[in-house]
Each structure stands twice: as structure tokens, then as C-alpha cells.
């Protein structure tokens, strides 16, 4: 799974992200919805499962809609890893 994940990951920032009405990127992949956002100094990123409303990892305060991208697959991949019984990465 691990080396599957490293070449999505290496991909990950240049897939199509759509553009919501309020104006939010965001990319459904791996049975999640990860929305990326500009915050007033920061970018940040918010991950849910496909059709559930409770948010399941956040983080904000980078600095680029990239690293904001890339820290969203690293949640998703933490959660996958831990949905299949895994210790997730550091």
C-alpha cells in the first residue's frame, strides 16, 4: 500500500481540484472530501469522509495551497492506514 500511496501522493497537487460556489478547492478521492481554503495568513485543509457532515482531520497555517494539499493526503493516508488495522506514519 505504502509505495501505491508515495506515487498518488507525487501526483496528489496536480490532479483536476474543483472550485465550489463559495469558491473552496476541493478533490474526492479514497472515499473522502478534502476542501482547501485560504485562510487571512494561512492556507488550511479539511478532510471528511463522502457523505458524513463531522469533520475527521483539519490542520491550518501553511503557506502554500500546495503543502496545505499534501498534509491533506498525509491525513487521508494516516486514516486509510488506520481503517486497515496499520500503525500510521509519523
Known amino acids: ?5 508515495n506515487v498518488k ?3 496528489w497537487t496536480s490532479r483536476p481540484w ?3 460556489v463559495a469558491g473552496h478547492s476541493y478533490l474526492r478521492a479514497d472515499g473522502y ?3 482547501i481554503e ?3 495568513a494561512a492556507w488550511r485543509f479539511e478532510v471528511r469522509a463522502i457523505g458524513a457532515t463531522e ?3 483539519c490542520g491550518d497555517g ?3 495551497v500546495e503543502a496545505a494539499r499534501l498534509a491533506a493526503f498525509d491525513a487521508i493516508t494516516d486514516l486509510l492506514l488506520k481503517q ?5 506514519s509519523l
Open 62 to 64: 501553511f503557506r502554500s
Open 38 to 40: 485560504a485562510g487571512s
Open 33 to 35: 472530501i478534502t476542501r
Open 55 to 57: 469533520i475527521c482531520r
Open 18 to 20: 474543483r472550485k465550489s
Open 84 to 88: 486497515a488495522g496499520r500503525p500510521a
Open 9 to 11: 501522493r507525487h501526483l
Open 1 to 5: 500500500m505504502q509505495r501505491t500511496r
